[in-house]
Structures are given as structure tokens and as C-alpha cells.
């Protein structure tokens, strides 16, 4: 049989990190297997739905190499993809429930359900609606009613490819509701019938749906349908680890992170592994690396903490993996958004030049902003940074400006400006001056930066050039 598995996310707003992953395990699937990953809209909630999610969704799978075989942009057999195209789909469907007498049109208003609901809180009992089922169902649709499946709760038994073998009795089935009164579909029913329809084969989605399978298997059974392998996958938790994650404890949209820099192989690398591994220490992984090596039954069965700190450590592996790997050019054309402005009239080459002696320091790609300000623009002279620099704020001004005056003459010696002869000029002052490494190229990095970090000292000369160099030394030297 063909594997077959979905991503099917509601347009709700912001695509967060537990909805990518829900996207990423399906896909490694469904390649793994040469099958098919299909992606469809689940848009019946019309409250909840917000302009330009669907495209914000399409967009970040597109960014993270999640191609789908079938669905919105690139069509398919199985059609619409939308829900809110598929109505007459779900009601012919409902009516195979109504006449076989498992569905049921429900007249009861909102407000007696709620008095039912609010009894059962006082007696302390579990609300069944099924308990308040009217003694004579009526079977005939009847547009503004709400429709309800007529449950026949019995024991269930079944085999979740995560969290293993699970039992339900009949108290967790319920007369659901199907077709709202609005004529859309619940998500409960028309996933099943998508589902049906489209030929999916693994249904992964999150644990919070495992208490509403045995609803989800009484559907199935009423239709007559295959039940297909079951995925529950575990919550991504917050840092604290005591809680489901949400935007409030720090986590970003997939799309904030993308353009705080972060790069799609690093997002796609650190959400496949959260809560899973292939039983090695191997944390960093191509794409066909997952493809080959995922499997479900190296899924975790309980919750993964969410670790910004470990994702941006895995960005930045990836960043000198491209670089080393691809070339510098190769890592340049992701970093056009990133530069500071002072870089705008910079040459390519330039730029280049300045990222290939910056890169193995950069977390994010808007790290760059920072961290390469001084190489387009002259920093702005802040002798407080210089003088409480732990390795120079025991030496005096007069020592301060010694060593400067010895550092320019000993540059301005230099004839051909490269990083060999520049290390060798600076090993040479060295020697001359008897001062450690960490105060003379401290005073002299910071002299011409003025940042908190920049790359080997010969590196950084060269790249600005003599003249920059030595004019930024020289009115340090002067403002002593």
C-alpha cells in the first residue's frame, strides 16, 4: 500500500514551532516511503480564520523544503484542499450517518445544552450529552440545525505508533457534534472523511487528540473505514519544562525566527530532533539525512523542552557547515537582508571579504548588524569601553598612549598590508614592547572596532586596510 500522510493545519494565525513539527515528521514519512505528503486546509472554523495565514503557511513549508505532492498551488486527484470548499462533500457523508440512524439533527438550543452541562458540574458527574440525547431523533437535515453522531459506546482497544498500546471504555464516547449549525463541519468529522477520501494512510497529529480517538474510531467503524496508523505526537514543552509551550514563555513564530536570521536547514535539523533521535550523538542532519534515518519508533512517548539556546548553537553549526562546505558565496546570498545599513554602498566583494573572517562567529545571520558595523562605518570612540577592558584597565593613560604611539609606528612600517605580514608585525611588537598578547591586541582591536568582539586581530587590520587602520589608531591615540 502506498504511503500516504498530511499536514493539515487551520489558518489561524502565526505558524508556531509544535505546527512545523507536526509537518516535519509526516514529510520524512511519506519520502522515507516514496509516498505521498499531502497538504490541506482545515478553514471550517470561520471565526478563528485570519487573512493571509493560508499564505504564511505555504510560505514557511516552501522555506523549509517541505514540498507537497498534493494540495493548495500544486492540485491534485484529491480535491479541493480547502474544507470550505468540500461542504457538499461532508454532507453527502453525513446523510449515509442520518439514514443509517447514527447521526441524528440536534433541535436542543445552546442555552439548555449549557444547563446540562452546568447540572453535571453540580452533581459532580461527567457531561455526556448522550445522556440528554432527545427520546425521538430526527433524521431529516434541516439547514440551522446542528447535526450529532449517535454514539454506541462500547471498549476500544488500539495501537498508537508513539505512545503504544492504548484502551478506551464507553464512557469516553459521545454523541459529537458533526455538521455545525452553521453547515460547516467539525474538525472531528471531516477529517475523517478527508482522510478517507485522500487515501492517508498515518494520521499524525498532536497527544491532545488521543482522549477523542475512540470518537474518532466509532466514526470510522459507522463508515465502514480502514483505521489508519495512528501517530500521537507529544507536546513540545516550555523551557521550565512544566507546561505545553506557548508564545508567552519566549518561543517565536517559525516566521520571526527566519527573519531574526535563523536558517531553514538549522529550523528543520532542531525540530526533528526534538523528541526524537536516531540512538547516536549525531545532532547535526541534511534533509536526506532525516529522510533516511526517521523513524516513529524513535519518537519520545513524553514531552520535549524547548531549548532557543540549543537551536541557535545548531544555527550557527549550520552557518559554517554551508560556508565550509558550499562556499563563501554560498552563505552570501542569505545574508542580503542582513547587513547593516552603514553597508549599503559596500561592494560585493567587500562584503564577501568581511564575512568570510566573521561567519564562524555568528549565531544568527542578523548578527551581522552588530558585529560588522565598523568594518563600513568609523565606530564612534568610547574610551570607557577601553579603559575598563579587564585586560587594560590596570594600565595608565600615559601607558595607554605609549603603547598606541608604538603600535602606528610599528604598522606604518609595514609595506605589503596582508594578514602574514601583519602577524608578523604584531609578533614583532610583542617582543619589543614585553607586553602580553591579551593587552597589546586588546588596546589594538579595540581601537579600531570598538566592539565587544571581532575576529583575529591581522584579520580584521587587513580587511579594513591600512589607511582605516591606521587613521582609527591615530585619533585614539590623540583623544587619550
Known amino acids: 500500500m502506498e504511503t500516504v500522510t498530511r499536514f493539515a493545519p487551520s489558518p489561524t494565525g502565526y505558524i508556531h514551532i509544535g505546527n512545523v513539527r507536526s509537518a516535519i515528521y509526516p514529510y520524512l514519512v511519506a519520502r522515507q516511503n ?5 497538504l490541506r486546509i482545515e478553514d471550517t472554523d470561520r471565526e478563528r480564520y485570519v487573512e493571509g495565514a493560508t499564505e504564511l503557511i505555504e510560505d514557511t513549508l516552501k522555506w523549509l523544503g517541505l514540498e ?43 442555552e439548555k445544552v449549557d444547563e446540562y452541562r452546568k447540572q453535571c458540574q453540580e452533581e459532580k458527574k461527567p457531561f455526556l450529552y448522550r445522556n440528554f440525547r432527545p ?6 437535515y434541516k439547514e440551522g440545525l446542528p447535526i450529532r453522531f449517535k454514539a454506541e459506546p462500547k471498549e476500544y482497544d488500539w495501537e498508537d505508533a508513539v505512545m503504544g498500546p492504548m484502551h478506551a471504555g464507553p464512557e469516553t ?16 468529522f471531516a477529517h475523517i472523511v478527508d482522510d478517507a477520501l485522500m487515501g492517508v494512510t498515518h494520521v499524525m497529529r498532536g497527544v491532545e487528540y488521543l482522549s477523542s480517538t475512540p470518537n474518532y474510531l466509532a466514526l470510522y467503524e459507522a463508515f465502514g473505514l480502514n483505521v ?19 508564545k508567552r514563555d519566549g518561543a517565536k513564530s517559525v516566521t520571526e525566527y527566519r527573519d531574526d536570521g535563523v536558517l531553514a536547514e538549522a529550523m528543520l535539523n532542531y525540530l526533528a530532533c526534538l523528541g526524537w533521535n536516531d540512538g547516536t550523538e549525531q545532532e547535526i542532519y541534511t534533509k536526506d539525512e532525516l529522510v533516511e534515518r526517521f523513524s516513529l519508533d524513535r519518537v519520545q512517548n513524553s514531552g520535549a523542552r524547548y531549548d532557543e539556546t540549543k537551536l541557535l548553537w545548531m544555527n550557527g ?34 562584503k564577501l571579504k568581511v564575512l568570510s573572517i566573521i561567519y564562524d562567529r555568528l549565531k544568527t545571520l542578523s548578527d551581522l548588524k552588530e558585529m560588522t558595523a565598523y568594518f563600513f562605518a568609523d565606530p564612534a570612540i568610547d574610551m570607557e569601553m577601553l579603559k575598563s577592558n579587564k585586560f587594560l584597565k590596570k594600565l595608565s593613560e600615559a601607558e595607554l598612549e605609549d603603547l598606541l604611539k608604538k603600535s602606528i609606528a610599528k604598522l606604518s612600517d609595514v609595506s605589503d598590508w596582508n594578514e602574514n605580514t601583519l602577524q608578523d608585525a604584531l609578533n614583532e611588537l610583542l617582543a619589543e614592547t614585553g607586553r602580553k598578547p591579551a593587552e597589546l591586541f586588546s588596546l589594538i582591536r579595540i581601537a579600531v572596532s570598538f566592539a565587544p568582539f571581532s575576529p583575529a586581530l591581522n584579520l580584521t587590520l587587513d580587511t579594513l586596510g591600512r589607511d582605516t587602520s591606521l587613521a582609527r589608531l591615530n585619533e585614539v591615540a590623540r583623544s587619550i
Open 317 to 350: 553549526q549550520w552557518i559554517r557547515r554551508i560556508f565550509d562546505e558550499q562556499g563563501a558565496r554560498a552563505l552570501y546570498d542569505r545574508t542580503i537582508d542582513f547587513w547593516p545599513e552603514v553597508a549599503a554602498s559596500a561592494s560585493e566583494e567587500y
Open 228 to 246: 489508519p496508523v495512528l501517530v500521537s505526537l507529544p507536546h513540545i514543552l516550555a523551557p521550565t519544562g512544566n507546561k505545553k509551550l506557548g
Open 34 to 38: 516514496n509516498g505521498r505528503f499531502i
Open 135 to 140: 427520546s425521538e431523533l430526527d433524521t431529516e
Open 68 to 110: 507537497w505532492d498534493e494540495g493548495p498551488l500544486v492540485g491534485g486527484e484529491h480535491g479541493p484542499y480547502f474544507q470550505s470548499e468540500r461542504l457538499e462533500i461532508y454532507h453527502e457523508w453525513v446523510k449515509k450517518l442520518l439514514e443509517s440512524g447514527r447521526a441524528y439533527v440536534d433541535p436542543t438550543p445552546a
Open 173 to 188: 464516547q459521545d454523541d459529537i457534534i458533526l455538521i455545525k449549525k452553521d453547515g460547516y463541519p467539525t474538525y472531528n
